[in-house]
């Protein structure tokens, strides 16, 4: 079942499309990815999402309410965890004391679990929060009253690395509970790490949208090389070999092709080491997108 539905969703700003016809779906227990450089259009998708925002054409469902329609889309508010990409506070409250008022609004049943990943200062004034205090006060925040589907505008800006690390995990884990998971990024390892699906935006428009582990299957492997005689690439006269390298006696390049015929073409070398990984999903982007990501 599609939580999220987008059908010809279009904003203007004035001259300018910040969303244009886009169209794609989410579907219930999946990470999706919502990818694109600054400025795509990320953030305006998000905003009509949650109804901050209205669609100057075409519309979006959630959980089935359409997102013009206030009154339908409070009620499925009540089951959406939401992170704005600059949550908003009020500054003289401690974070306790907001997290309280927010208790009161919604419910905090996961609050303590949460606390227990993410540790703003709770007794301080949110004024004195550091930006990555802050980021995980709105993200306990937004998750305190166990939501079905989590939406979030670049959820890891701010946060350090260990605790974008401790987010990614409790991603896949509230994913793994069958929460549904859409979140904007401009980061492609963060995107490869967590998502099941990635939609690429780019200019207000959708490229694509892909199965992560599709992406990357196209993207081949990188071959890294050591033979006992220099490999030239004209030994290598098959099909997916792309950006062919090489310094003496190793050799490195990209490839697509079939592995029986890369081992024939290899046959008459004497293989002293061979590392075959995955490319970095940077160089997959550039390879099918022509870069542009970050
Ligand atoms: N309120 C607004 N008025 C006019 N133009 C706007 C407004 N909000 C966004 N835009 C423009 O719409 C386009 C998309 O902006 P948006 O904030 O949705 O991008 P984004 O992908 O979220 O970017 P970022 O990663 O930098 O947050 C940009 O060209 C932006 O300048």
Redesign the pocket.
Known sequence: MAVIEVEGLT?A??D?L??EDLDFSIEAGEIFGYL????????????QLMGFQTPTAGTARIFGNDVRNDRALRGAKARIGFLP?EPAFTPSVTGREFLDYQAELKGDERRDELLGLFTPPLDRRIREYSTGNKQMLAIVQAFMHDPDLLVM??PTSGLDPLKQEAFHDFLRGERDHGTTVFF?S?ILGEVRRVCDRVGI?RD?RLITVEIVEELLARGGKQVRLHTETPLTEAALDIDGVVGFASEGREAQFTFTGDYDALFAALADYRIVDIEIDEPPIEEVFMHFYGGDAE
């Not at 694109?36 to 905003?47: E, L, V």
Request: cysteine-free; charged content about 20%.
């Open positions: 904003k700003y004035g300018t910040a969303n694109g450089p600054n400025g795509a259009g990320k953030s305006t998708t998000i905003r990409g505008d670049e904007s401009h935006i207000g």
